[in-house]
């Protein structure tokens, strides 16, 4: 194997066991400090039979100890800070860090959900002129921030769609979805408690006007379009199809995970959206930590705002206080009032930005996706001849023929230093491989990545067995999922 | 780079929108601002807030202390701008550290498996209801009502939505701790779960194991929940429960006004695969070295679509991942020296005053103060610079004259002796 | 090659090119706040003349391209935080992140040497308190915090006695150090004008009383002594030799680099010792951070006390204040007072060990060296037989006999995934290795280390070339010093 | 552990030290803290510091605002906790990053080769003037009076201490610029170097070029100084002078009550061999992959002993890291625009004042308050929560009407405006 591949060089990582292999008796990397008060039996305080045993197999480890183990396993990860993260629908952006300094900052970090509105004032200005921002960027009327990802946001705004619709006298029994809906949506539809209606998409990946038509009647309580949609591309009938929803009295809930190609420059409540959800962990850069946390704002027009979520910021005498007094609100969706420290991080965000630099930034998106798709054209199947926006989705029939899919050439383009594309969805493309580079990637990663895919599809070409074993110059080698869900072992024992 | 594109101007990249979506004006938003001046923004809203007080609000959020390890780990590129874990061979770091979350889950509440994390307890309290339905067939749920009232709130909204019922079952006005009778007389073929809170929203520890058989002989499953996570190291995990849900939020997570938090789902081997959101599992690499990925994604959205357990899909790994650090620093002995600090500092705090229920309590109580209202008291304390407790009446109209106190490993015993003297 | 060698897996590393090759014209990554002020032309304020050009192959490059290029060029590293750093001399224990949290506080990291006393009270009780504990450590009269570094402090402590014998009437000419020194301590007190005087160790390695007695006249000023010495051996016979340097007038100076092996067990006012430094970025776990910063207090005797650098503190009226009065000081050493910073953090490590906790920290050093000692002893040579330290040191004799020495064998321990430990010091050792674990490793690690140790044994045995070659398994094998030297490029040119 | 080492008891580690030497007793320092209680005492130490206050003071320590990336970067543990680059193959991270440093110092300084760092600005002044020393073979130094008087107070202690001589040479009362006469009158051809600072401490921009050109004509070095490193993004560079020395404390590094800070010292290449302290040069590995290792360390102790060009060992290499990564930020357009901001704001400031000199300057300047003492404007200043400039008396007793005022980009137009206010 050469040294050098692409970008990387092999290098060695340092093993580590688990917290509880690591584990000493009596070991410990705390310290308390003394107690300014009368200790107490705690026997005697709640009861014998209420006070537990040690707790068995818990760790007992230094402090040094912890501070290896969790930096040696994050060396065995890779991230924003690393290099270009392609991953589809995601929009995996640079997290900017001065999000994270203020998230901290103590004021803010440690405020209390129930101290004193008058105490809580410059929290709730924050939200309220983040709800702001965001109505106007959505072009929405109002915004609420308590759902807390962006499924969570879905499933507020179904079940706002039916509040309204049984304001009107029938809640109605059936979501549509495109067949190229994200997972969620259907999911959600299905939760909220309606029956799931999966459309089929045109050949340009889009929805179907004359389809649609034909689908929707009276107990179509809305449709679920992300737009752009999961191919990468706008869903140039949006107005049209709007307008037959609404002539049925359907509502139009719009996915907005994939927003980071419209604002600035196009808005959902302009184009006939009734309700949508917004990631702020996508769009709004706060960062995904591996799986969380996230916010999902949900904006909507003003005939679903009287169902809206409370409390509700309300600003009277010069004072923001929170409004529980909301007769025709679905009621709460979480405690609380949403995921402030990610809330604080976009309103950061979109303070740095400001309106023309996220106009700028939805630009360079858009400029980064269609530059991947010009550069890979010729080497992989482009999905749809449709612009794209900020994604481009391929799919893998040219190297099917060799008997490598999506997944292979996204386990090999790990060796080549990258973080994969999202592979095989959506699922009504041919071993999709859905690529989105965000605004933030300067051109010599892009580039980079390209000469990888390129030269992966020159391996498939001349030796696709070793593409199909790959990766190679991991620490950890294809990993096998389908004997972690024959046999789940999903807790360590001794 | 246009050029490459085959375009001629930057504007032609949305060209082909509809001349009516596109937005014929600039945002409504200034221009971009200096790292420095979003600094000084944010300080100067962090200034309006309850800065520098000494706090006895819990009430599901707690102060306590965080180990600064905590924030080193999760400041660390490598796991804050990684995504889920989708690509095993190169996010090892993060699937390890949550296997290790799920099975120190599970050896704090005695459960069997527990999941990668929920948004935060609240929304943890609908999975678990629903995941009983599915379990039982049945549909409708018993929820105490010492209960966290916004936890209870948030089941509703699900409820209501979904055209299920829920149904209260009382608490003991002496105890502070569930009426076993009028759960007793309550329980019915029909109810999927009960679901009971300890120690409970009064901070009061109930008696899991009673209303554990109570409802396993009407064939329901036991739900339950805790905000407070710092007294499993000190309370007797609830092994009878069948499904566990509660918040993380104690280990080492700011309040920072209510989220974001962790929650968390554990529950027994037999119902692994009705657990909502995502499982990390233990498996090999082609090499056989031991490796970890997400497993049984066939209970998710992403593969089951409209058949999945829960719509859920990114969690709250980050906050998860911090509640492991600050779990491994304190460990099998740290955790439970905390809870105990706990305990006595609560027990200190409560000592002498009016104390509303007689019931063993952890580290909050509900007190009524001798003299005062409950607002009259907080207003004594603000001009001490202190936070006093939750008055009681916005969500129990019985007990508008009391109000819930927190007392933690930060609570200092100067403060505490201010607010006694408050309240006495 | 396995995939695993002892604690390590071959992963791969991100390559990174130089900051001004990753430069494109015009890119940024940074935004100033407006100017609140009218703007001003810099040639009018300034003189045309004195205006620069732009600065010519300065980097530009985007905030993304800042976090990742030096992420990046973090993975080639290794730290503590990785594994053990059994650097001998250099005491590589942990550094507690509180001491990190604390120094960043903003009324601390953002204190100005000159603002008013009156409002530098907190920064002030810092270094009084960090003084008296010193004190109290070394066993000494007085403490000065504002040297930068061990040398430094070195350089103040030989000005100290040069200013303390002339104020004796002679300031003499000589310093006595032994073969074994430390460099700094020769180079230190040729820069403070004497002449070096080195006297040969005994076979324990240690200063011999009798060479001494032989070596000191009038004209020694002082012997510079590391203690324990630089094989890690205690000084038997210090306190004989400090009567013997006294007998004649001369100073004992302390190195006290390795103090680490002595806190709350001996202390170096007790055996004779009139000036000695301790370098806070070793026994007091400040970091190193690559090289620096550092801060080498020193402690003196009270004769010597009238020379210490000034200003000094000073309690006045339940005030500290500076008192810049002090007529026979050297005069500064450095401007301000200090490194603030390393000492807010050297002053957190002492609070949270406190007495008791600095004294078990000093036996369990010792004991991790002996245990590595005794886990190694058949397979490499001792050094010395005299009872080991905090440092164990061994020579390659035997090693040799293969061609491989102790430079070759530290390469290898780098595939091992270990930091080395100090190569060919001291030089009085044939081949030395020198080994110092502190008292922060865990027994796991210093025993992946020691069997790593046995296993090169074991291969310069088998195949010394390999050994030789070392190390394999890293991004950038063996380093060309030679050629560096020969044709020095200290700076990267278009 | 003790078994394998062959002892009983711990004790027996040390029980071969004279027991004369042993330490009888336990150390007079309080039983440990825990990390809260250590926090605890930090922040009521900060708290008895000037906190929250907006400053005016510079005079060697500036505040300027730190990009958040740059404290990011120096928390990584590879960095953080990783020593002196001495082993190549795995520290080429370090290494990467000081040989950008040195490439930088070049660029701003106009000089050929720099090191990879010095304690501070002011130790680096007697480490330039014992490298021209070694040059010229000459001992005497001649230094400007305007030259930042602590830095002068380090040279002293050294050439004291080393029997060398050193000697001032005036400024001009108008300009506050050096007198360049003077100059001339005490060059002789026993001077090594002379020793200029510019920005000068008064923040006057000197004419380098024609020191150099004296001094040169003498045959002595011409050492530049500065302390404001900010500067040097819109000031020619001082491309006479022999051998630049500075501080970097205006790169990123937090006032810290005035260290740690970064020194550093450029030169020309062919005086290499006689710079102090670390140098990174590149070379390749055994794969012919270029690297980056430690070099011509024959300069240095470790090799050289007593004959090194210093004793320098530790220097300040993370607080360098800190500063690449300010510059990198910034940029070849910010740095520019940051000086440029710098101007503005301290010309803002200085207009209407009483400036006590005309010489053109950067963001600091010497002022006489019309109608009050230096002191008693800090005073009143004080009341308003800014902390005022630096009274001039203590360090030059012709100027004790006088006080040393600084502005920088962080400086607020509204708290200029009450310094004006008070000043005039
Ligand atoms: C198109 C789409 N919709 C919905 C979601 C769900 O959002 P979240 O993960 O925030 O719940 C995602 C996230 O992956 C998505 O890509
Ligand atoms: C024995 C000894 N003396 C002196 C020093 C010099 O200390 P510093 O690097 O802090 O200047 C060292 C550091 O390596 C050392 O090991």
């Known amino acids: ?494 | 780079m246009l050029e490459a594109c085959g375009l001629g101007h930057l504007s032609e990249l949305y060209a082909h929108l509809p001349a009516s979506a596109l937005l014929d004006r600039a945002l409504d938003i200034p221009k971009g601002l200096s790292e420095y001046e979003i600094t000084d923004y944010f300080q100067a809203q962090a200034a309006k807030n309850a800065d520098g007080y000494a706090s006895f609000l819990g009430a599901g959020v707690y102060s306590h202390y965080r180990p600064v390890l905590c924030d080193v780990v999760v400041s660390r590129g490598e796991f804050l701008t990684s995504y889920t874990p989708y690509q095993a061979e190169i996010a090892q770091g993060t699937l390890t550290t949550i296997f290790e979350f799920q099975t120190m889950v599970c050896q704090l509440t005695g459960m069997e498996v527990a999941n990668a994390s929920m948004y935060d307890g609240s929304t943890a309290v609908p999975e678990a209801a629903m995941m009983a339905l599915r379990i039982t067939g049945r549909s409708s749920f018993l929820a105490a009502a010492n209960l966290h009232p916004e936890y209870r709130q948030v089941l509703d909204t699900a409820a209501r939505n979904a055209q299920l019922h829920v149904e209260s079952f009382g608490y003991d006005a002496k105890t502070g701790r569930i009426d076993l009778a009028d759960l007793e007389a309550k329980l019915n073929s029909g109810i999927a779960c009960v679901i009971l809170q300890s120690p409970n929203f009064f901070g009061v520890v109930e008696d899991v194991q009673a209303a554990s058989e109570l409802a396993h002989k009407h064939g329901a499953l036991l739900v339950m929940v805790f905000s407070e996570a710092v007294s499993l190291g000190l309370l007797e995990p609830p092994r009878d429960a069948d499904i566990v849900v509660g918040e993380f939020q104690s280990f080492a997570i700011s309040p920072s006004y209510g989220g974001p938090f962790a929650g968390i789902i554990a529950t027994k081997e037999k119902y692994v695969r009705q657990i909502p959101g995502r499982l990390v599992g233990e498996t090999k690499d082609a090499d056989g070295n031991r490796a970890f990925c997400l497993t049984l994604s066939t209970r998710e959205q992403h593969i089951r679509r409209e058949k999945a357990t829960s719509n859920i899909c990114t969690n709250q790994a980050l906050i998860a991942l911090m509640a492991t650090v600050f779990m491994s620093v304190y460990g099998k002995q740290g955790l439970r020296e905390l809870a105990q600090q706990n305990l006595a500092k609560a027990h200190y705090l409560a000592a002498g005053l009016d104390t509303r229920f007689n019931g063993p309590f952890f580290n909050e109580f509900v007190v009524t103060p001798k003299s005062c209202t409950p607002e009259a008291a907080n207003a004594a304390l603000l001009e001490k610079k202190i936070v006093g407790g939750l008055p009681l009446g916005r969500f129990f109209p019985e007990l508008k004259d009391s109000m819930l106190l927190c007392a933690t490993e930060m609570s200092k015993r100067a403060d505490m002796d201010v607010v006694k003297e408050v309240l006495l």
């Not at chain 1, 995601?90 to 105490?119: D, F």
């Not at chain 1, 259907?186 to 034909?214: C, F, H, R, W």
């Not at chain 1, 449709?223 to 307008?243: C, K, R, S």
């Not at chain 1, 749809?384 to 490598?404: I, L, N, R, W």
């Open chain 1, 1 to 494: 194997m050469p040294k050098t591949l692409g970008k990387i060089r092999p290098h060695f990582t340092q093993n580590e066991q688990l917290l509880f292999e690591l584990s000493r008796p009596g070991k410990t990397g705390y310290q308390l400090p003394e107690l300014d008060v009368p200790d107490i039996d705690a026997a005697e305080a709640l009861g014998a039979s209420n006070v537990r045993e040690a707790i068995e197999d818990f760790p007992e480890v230094s402090e040094v100890e912890v501070i290896r183990h969790f930096t040696r396993l994050s060396t065995w990860n890779y991230g924003i800070d690393l290099g270009l993260f392609p991953l589809g629908s995601c929009t995996m952006k640079y997290n900017p860090r001065i999000n994270e300094a203020v998230a901290r900052i103590a004021g803010l970090a440690w405020a209390h959900p129930y101290q004193p509105e008058s105490l809580s004032q410059g929290a709730m200005e924050i939200m309220a002129v983040l709800e702001h921002h965001l109505g106007d960027i959505f072009g929405m009327d109002e915004v609420t921030l308590q759902p807390s990802a962006g499924a969570h946001g879905e499933y507020t705004g179904i079940m706002l769609v039916r509040a309204y619709l049984e304001s009107q006298g029938n809640p109605r029994k059936k979501v549509l979805c495109p067949d190229s809906a994200h997972g969620t949506n259907p999911a959600t539809a299905n939760i909220a408690g309606y029956q799931v209606e999966t459309l089929k998409s045109n050949s340009q990946g889009m929805i179907d006007p004359a389809v649609l038509a034909a689908a929707v009647n009276e107990d179509v309580a809305a449709m679920m379009i992300t737009n752009p949609n999961t191919v990468g591309v706008f869903e140039e009938n949006i107005v049209q199809i709007a307008g037959i929803l609404h002539a049925k009295g359907a509502q139009v809930y719009m996915d907005g995970a994939n927003l980071n190609a419209l604002v600035g420059v196009a808005r959902p409540g302009d184009f006939g959206v009734d309700v949508l959800h917004s990631n702020l962990h996508k769009t709004f850069s706060t960062p995904h930590g591996g799986g969380g946390p996230g916010a999902g704002a949900v904006g909507v027009k003003s005939h679903l705002a009287p169902f809206l979520p409370g409390p509700r910021l309300k600003k009277a005498d010069g004072q923001w206080t929170w409004n529980y007094d909301l007769p025709q609100s679905i009621g709460r969706v979480r405690a609380y009032y949403g995921n402030f420290g990610v809330l604080v991080r976009a309103l950061a965000y979109i303070m740095a930005h400001g309106g023309p630099g996220l106009k700028t930034a939805t630009i360079d998106a858009l400029l980064n996706a269609n530059y991947i798709r010009a550069r890979l054209k010729d080497h992989f199947q482009i999905a749809y001849d449709a612009p794209s926006m900020h994604e481009c989705v391929f799919e893998d029939t040219k190297q099917e023929k060799q008997g490598a899919r999506t997944g292979d050439i996204a386990k090999r383009l790990i060796d080549y230093g990258f973080h994969p594309y999202t592979v095989s969805f959506p699922m009504i493309v041919h071993g999709a491989l859905m690529i989105e580079p965000t605004e933030t990637e300067p051109k010599a990663e892009l580039d980079a990545f390209c000469d990888a895919m390129i030269a992966i599809a020159n391996e498939v070409e001349a030796d696709p067995e070793m593409v199909k074993h790959a990766p190679h110059l991991t620490r950890t080698s294809r990993v096998d999922e389908v004997s972690a869900a024959r046999k789940p072992v999903v807790r360590w024992k001794p």
